[in-house]
């Protein structure tokens, strides 16, 4: 048996030597933070990379969403999906906001727009989607309740970094969205993130809440936070914009060959690329339907896990029954059947650029057998 475990990911990294100059550069200078060069730098990189007016870059994706919130005076009750990362939900959580859990689409695992109305009280304020393994949600009638309901749109976007719909960044969807660059995703600063907005106001905004409220040197302006990017990170960061479009390709031939090798696998069902889409492979999740495959989802989880190969049950549980928030009404099963189904049966196998074949075909042949 192969003793190195294969991870559920492994972060995309240039070449060190590539970094060296960068650092060279930071320490002649000596300026470590606090809107430097190399920060300014890479927010004009990645705005243009995306395609958006604006970013601003923070030291996480989760100081990002508790910022955005505030930058948009959200409060009382924010509607959102439980099949997330639970830093959606504590963002809301930290914000002295309500969540109120949406079902989700089957085919998408996004928030079920049809399923949004029925949740709006008086005290709703906003919406907060997540385009939840990199597949955007279904803007156009999620933005039409929005206006309807005078509603903000805040999406989580931590998830499709790259990612295109009709040649459009989906991350210029709604009032602001959320990026992440943690180890794990597809893009990463080691820690980051960034909050996208197309608002030149907003992002002034954003700016001062991220730097403690300071508009000028003796102006403060709102009960701000401490979100800002170092300059270590964002060299990091205009380099790996180099590569990722090249990380992006090779994560498509890895989902290319599991889906050609589990097509054939009863009770095993797989995502595919949407119409228009440019997807980022960011996850590569799968659905078991126990009958019909003759193995539960822990099962194969665990079969997995005893021959080193380390899956994830991304989202479960979901983040409506962790003990925060499972006493709130919207968070009953009876009122989550989709999400509360495919937590059951979902499970992410190993997906990153540098997957080799024979892992994969490592993978594939313990799921068939
Ligand atoms: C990773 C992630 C976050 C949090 O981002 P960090 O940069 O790790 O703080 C938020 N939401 C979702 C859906 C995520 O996957």
Same mark, same amino acid.
């Given at each position: 048996?192969?003793?190195?475990?294969?991870?559920?990911?492994?972060?995309?990294?240039?070449?060190? $030597?590539?970094?060296?100059?960068?650092?060279?550069?930071?320490?002649?200078?000596?300026?470590?933070?606090?809107?430097?060069?190399?920060?300014?730098?890479?927010?004009?990189?990645? &705005?243009?990379?995306?395609?958006?007016?604006?970013?601003?870059?923070?030291?996480?994706?989760?100081?990002?969403?508790?910022?955005?919130?505030?930058?948009?005076?959200?409060?009382?009750?924010?509607?959102?999906? @439980?099949?997330?990362?639970?830093?959606?939900?504590?963002?809301?959580? %930290?914000?002295?906001?309500?969540?109120?859990?949406?079902?989700?689409?089957?085919?998408?695992?996004?928030?079920? @727009?049809?399923?949004?109305?029925?949740?709006?009280? @008086?005290?709703?304020?906003?919406?907060?989607?997540?385009?939840?393994?990199?597949?955007?949600?279904?803007?156009?009638?999620?933005?039409?309740?929005?206006?309807?309901?005078?509603?903000?749109?805040?999406?989580?976007?931590?998830?499709?970094?790259?990612?295109?719909?009709?040649?459009?960044?989906?991350?210029? %969807?709604?009032?602001?969205?959320?990026?992440?660059?943690? &180890?794990?995703?597809?893009? #990463?600063?080691?820690?980051?993130?960034?909050?996208?907005?197309?608002?030149? #106001?907003?992002?002034?905004?954003?700016?001062?809440?991220?730097?403690?409220?300071?508009?000028?040197?003796?102006?403060?302006?709102?009960?701000?936070? #401490?979100?800002?990017? $170092?300059?270590?990170?964002?060299?990091?960061?205009?380099?790996?914009?180099?590569?990722?479009?090249?990380?992006?390709?090779?994560?498509?031939?890895?989902?290319? =060959?599991? =889906?050609?090798?589990?097509? $054939?696998?009863?009770?095993?069902?797989?995502?595919? $690329?949407?119409?228009?889409?440019?997807?980022?492979?960011?996850?590569?999740?799968?659905?078991?339907?126990?009958?019909?495959?003759?193995?539960? =989802?822990?099962?194969?989880?665990?079969?997995?896990?005893?021959?080193?190969?380390?899956?994830?049950?991304?989202?479960?549980?979901?983040?409506?029954?962790?003990?925060?928030?499972?006493?709130?009404?919207?968070? &009953? &099963?009876?009122?989550?059947?989709?999400?509360?189904?495919?937590? =059951?049966?979902?499970?992410?196998?190993?997906?990153?650029?540098?997957?080799?074949?024979?892992?994969?075909?490592?993978?594939?042949?313990?799921?068939?057998?």
């Amino acid at each position: 048996m192969d003793k190195k475990p294969i991870y559920v990911t492994s972060p995309s990294l240039p070449k060190l $030597d590539d970094f060296i100059p960068y650092l060279k550069e930071i320490w002649e200078n000596k300026w470590l933070t606090n809107n430097g060069a190399f920060h300014r730098q890479f927010e004009e990189a990645l &705005a243009e990379y995306l395609g958006v007016k604006y970013v601003s870059l923070f030291t996480n994706g989760m100081i990002a969403l508790q910022v955005g919130l505030q930058a948009l005076r959200i409060t009382g009750e924010v509607i959102t999906t @439980p099949f997330t990362f639970v830093a959606t939900t504590h963002s809301i959580h %930290w914000n002295n906001c309500k969540p109120v859990f949406c079902d989700i689409e089957p085919e998408t695992f996004t928030m079920d @727009p049809d399923k949004v109305e029925a949740l709006i009280t @008086p005290q709703t304020t906003a919406l907060m989607p997540v385009h939840v393994y990199g597949n955007p949600c279904n803007h156009e009638k999620l933005q039409k309740i929005a206006d309807t309901y005078g509603l903000k749109l805040f999406y989580d976007a931590a998830h499709v970094f790259g990612v295109k719909k009709e040649g459009v960044s989906v991350c210029n %969807w709604g009032n602001l969205s959320m990026l992440s660059f943690h &180890a794990t995703k597809v893009f #990463n600063t080691f820690e980051g993130g960034a909050l996208v907005t197309n608002d030149e #106001n907003m992002k002034k905004r954003i700016d001062f809440l991220k730097n403690f409220g300071f508009a000028d040197e003796v102006t403060v302006v709102a009960p701000g936070s #401490n979100g800002k990017m $170092d300059e270590f990170r964002s060299a990091f960061g205009l380099l790996q914009l180099k590569i990722v479009d090249g990380e992006i390709a090779k994560r498509q031939k890895v989902a290319q =060959r599991y =889906r050609e090798m589990l097509k $054939d696998v009863p009770g095993i069902t797989m995502l595919y $690329d949407l119409p228009g889409v440019r997807h980022n492979y960011a996850y590569f999740p799968i659905r078991i339907n126990a009958e019909k495959y003759g193995m539960t =989802r822990d099962e194969l989880y665990n079969k997995l896990k005893s021959e080193n190969i380390m899956s994830r049950r991304y989202f479960y549980p979901l983040c409506s029954d962790f003990p925060t928030y499972r006493g709130l009404p919207s968070a &009953a &099963a009876s009122n989550l059947p989709v999400a509360t189904r495919v937590a =059951r049966e979902i499970l992410c196998l190993p997906m990153y650029a540098e997957l080799t074949d024979e892992a994969i075909q490592k993978i594939v042949t313990l799921i068939y057998g």
